[in-house]
């Protein structure tokens, strides 16, 4: 058997033989594969580190004294190690209440605006009527305006609500909900939150790549719209819909903007971090009436630990859902 | 791509009223099956058109009313506008201090980081498309910005006066030390005579890789989900007729994903439009909510962004419609 001359190709021959009888060829391959991988994984190793670098930088200095920060041989493992940052951070940022409020505040804006999304994102997708192109460029309107354009005038027509003098009949005055959920309430369940246009982009993206035969079955027997719409669309729909909940509720974690505009009433994580450094000196002098001046490493010391717990749960959320994250958008396809 | 046949109209509006007539009870083609979905798409999509006219059209025209008049706010009762022509826009224009120079030096960076963001998105997303091993994780990593880079948190840090303390005395560290790679690799090609202004331009791209990075998860991932919608057999087929990889990427990767390129751009634009670490947006709010309490001309400013967003959108759309088409 070995002294059968048929050509064998396979691992059972010697790499250098292969290679000669492929006059080179195999080893140029080899050598171009190598050379690709070693590059690839350099590329991807650094963009990876630089994107995590931040991250690693904040933790290290959250445990640091403050006489470690002015230490230039310090880079990132602290020679003083301490845990009383976090507990200034807790108080600066009120950490309990704001964070609670922040995170139940974001469910309820997440569920409104998903659920507006998805009704209107189906009707999009699979209704045909009078003017659907036009409500359409209003969707891709929606995405472009920035809000900041209509934040002065938001501000005013909540700050003096009414729908058509009607408010006025019944109560005497137009009402003031600057500082109430409802405002908010009201425009996410109306589409018009946090980068809501996305929303309803991504899941019409979804709802037409869904076979129509599915709800024409569905129609033949005898399911009703609606229905058909809860028994047949939405269960298959759930990942992308859970994929936009997780993205408006990330989005509206961190939110300033809206937040600011309109939830001055409640105590928010990220308002009170945007704040944080002018209250600093109060809190660190003994007496309440008098502000010192709090060193800016040590400010940015701070900031960076309160970034930190702003980022921390989403990270771990984001580490468990991450599946349905990447794979739901993946399937949401956006094919034009 | 089943088109329905048109039918004759004798004016520009008989579609429309026509279609409208599904609406009225009585009429004769209330009752037929097109006329009933349509009336129940209405109703979907009611919430939206509700919150359009109320929540957008309406702020709208009144902040169109107010970046046009003088507004006072009166305590108790609101506020009182008087019209005074377009004082607004030139205030915002001429004679803010600030106003003018950020608006144009952001333009420009947005232009420069809109490319590289676009580039660096699709090269990211080419390579997270191959197999190789750890690429699960590196998924992972690279949709990390879209959380790191929203909302506060991307402007919070880089207020403080200490981080830009920091980073100029990088800066001037590198400088005079002459480690700056991205510098000395500069002086070196316009002392060989390379085309410098194209170069300045590459290398405040390369300068900003972070921020680059940074805002690119979104699109990284809407670029993914176009490479994987690519059917291997149409490479399979590449590679028997004797396609290199150069070759069939630029054949087959590019123009399968080229309709994803007017998507990113224009999310890309937007997006940089409205950070919050914008100096424009930081000036617009300092107006509106400083010690001025200008509505007005807080008002006109966003109109003149929004107005250069627009046109800035524009210009790109055109360009990409234009150039993707011919691979089509």
Redesign the interface.
């Known amino acids: 058997m070995s002294k059968d001359n048929t050509v064998f190709i396979g691992k059972s021959q010697n790499f250098w033989v292969r290679n000669r009888r492929s006059e080179g060829y195999l080893l140029k391959r080899r050598i171009k594969q190598i050379t690709i991988s070693v590059v690839r994984a350099l590329l991807m190793f650094g963009l990876c580190f630089m994107i995590i670098q931040p991250m690693i930088t904040r933790f290290a200095m959250s445990l640091m004294e403050e006489r470690d920060l002015y230490d230039s041989t310090i880079v990132l493992l602290p020679r003083h190690v301490t845990l009383e940052n976090y507990k200034i951070v807790f108080d600066l940022t009120d950490m309990p209440i704001s964070m609670l409020n922040t995170l139940w505040i974001s469910i309820v804006i997440s569920i409104c605006q998903v659920v507006a999304a998805t009704l209107v994102s189906y009707g999009f997708a699979r209704f045909e009527f009078p003017l659907k192109k036009f409500w359409f460029a209003c969707v891709v309107m929606l995405i472009i305006i920035p809000p900041q354009t209509i934040q002065a005038a938001l501000y005013v027509t909540f700050s003096n609500f009414d729908i058509f003098g009607i408010i006025t009949l019944i109560h005497g005055e137009p009402i003031n909900l600057r500082s109430s959920l409802l405002p908010y309430v009201m425009m996410s369940l109306t589409c018009m939150g946090l980068k809501n246009g996305l929303f309803i982009y991504m899941l019409r993206q979804y709802f037409k790549s869904v076979p129509e035969s599915l709800e024409e079955a569905a129609y033949v027997d005898g399911c009703g719209t609606l229905h058909t719409f809860a028994k047949i669309m939405l269960p298959d729909a759930v990942p992308t819909i859970a994929s936009c909940f997780l993205f408006s509720f990330v989005w509206q974690w961190t939110d300033l903007f809206y937040t600011r505009n309109f939830l001055s009433g409640y105590n928010m994580f990220s308002v009170r971090m945007s704040t944080m450094a002018s209250r600093m000196g109060r809190y660190f002098s003994s007496d309440a009436t008098q502000a010192v001046v709090v060193p800016n490493g040590r400010q940015l010391q701070l900031i960076s630990i309160a970034v930190l717990f702003c980022c921390v749960p989403l990270i771990i959320l984001y580490c468990f859902t991450q599946r349905t994250f990447v794979e739901s958008l993946a399937m949401t396809g956006s094919k034009e | 791509m089943s088109k329905k046949q048109r039918k004759y109209r004798e004016h520009w509006y008989s579609g429309?009223t026509e279609?409208?007539q599904?609406f009225i009870p009585g009429n004769k083609i209330y009752h037929t099956m097109?006329a009933k979905?349509?009336?129940?798409?209405?109703?979907?999509?009611l919430?939206?058109?509700?919150?359009?006219i109320?929540?957008?059209i309406?702020?709208?025209i009144?902040?169109m009313r107010?970046s046009l008049s003088d507004v006072k706010l009166v305590p108790g009762s609101?506020?009182t506008m008087t019209w005074n022509n377009f004082n607004n826009y030139h205030y915002a224009m001429a004679t803010d201090p600030n106003f003018n120079q950020y608006l144009v030096e952001e333009i420009g960076r947005m232009a420069i980081n809109t490319v590289a963001t676009i580039v660096m998105s699709f090269v990211?997303a080419v390579?997270l498309n191959?197999k190789?091993k750890?690429r699960v994780?590196?998924?992972?990593?690279?949709?990390?910005?879209?959380?790191?880079s929203?909302?506060?948190?991307p402007g919070?840090?880089s207020s403080?006066?200490?981080?830009n303390?920091m980073s100029d005395i990088g800066n001037t560290v590198q400088n005079s030390s002459g480690i700056n790679i991205s510098q000395s690799l500069q002086s070196l090609l316009s002392v060989s005579g390379v085309a410098s202004q194209v170069f300045d331009v590459v290398f405040q791209m390369i300068d900003a890789?972070?921020d680059i990075?940074?805002a690119s998860g979104i699109q990284i991932?809407?670029f993914?989900?176009?490479l994987?919608?690519i059917s291997p057999s149409l490479y399979e087929a590449a590679d028997v007729e004797g396609c290199s990889a150069w070759e069939s990427f630029w054949k087959i990767t590019f123009p399968m994903v080229s309709?994803?390129l007017l998507?990113n751009t224009?999310y890309t634009i937007?997006d940089f439009?409205?950070k919050?670490d914008n100096r424009v947006?930081e000036r617009?709010n300092t107006v509106?909510y400083g010690v001025q309490l200008n509505?007005g001309v807080?008002?006109a400013m966003?109109?003149i962004?929004?107005g250069v967003?627009?046109a800035f959108?524009g210009i790109s759309t055109f360009i990409i419609t234009r150039t993707v088409k011919s691979y089509e």
Not at chain 2, 47 to 52: A, D, K, N, S, Y
Not at chain 2, 137 to 148: A, D, G, K, S, T
Not at chain 2, 150 to 153: E, Q, R, T, Y
């Open positions: 429309i279609s409208f599904m097109p979905r349509a009336r129940t798409g209405v109703l979907f999509i919430p939206f058109i509700i919150g359009f109320f929540f957008m309406s702020p709208l009144l902040s107010m609101g506020f990211i390579i191959q190789f750890g994780l590196c998924r992972i990593i690279f949709f990390l910005p879209v959380i790191l929203s909302g506060v948190l919070i840090e403080n006066e200490f981080y303390m890789i972070y990075v940074m991932i809407v993914l989900s176009g994987q919608s309709p994803l998507v224009i937007i439009f409205m919050n947006m617009i509106m509505f807080a008002s966003s109109w962004y929004f967003a627009l959108i």
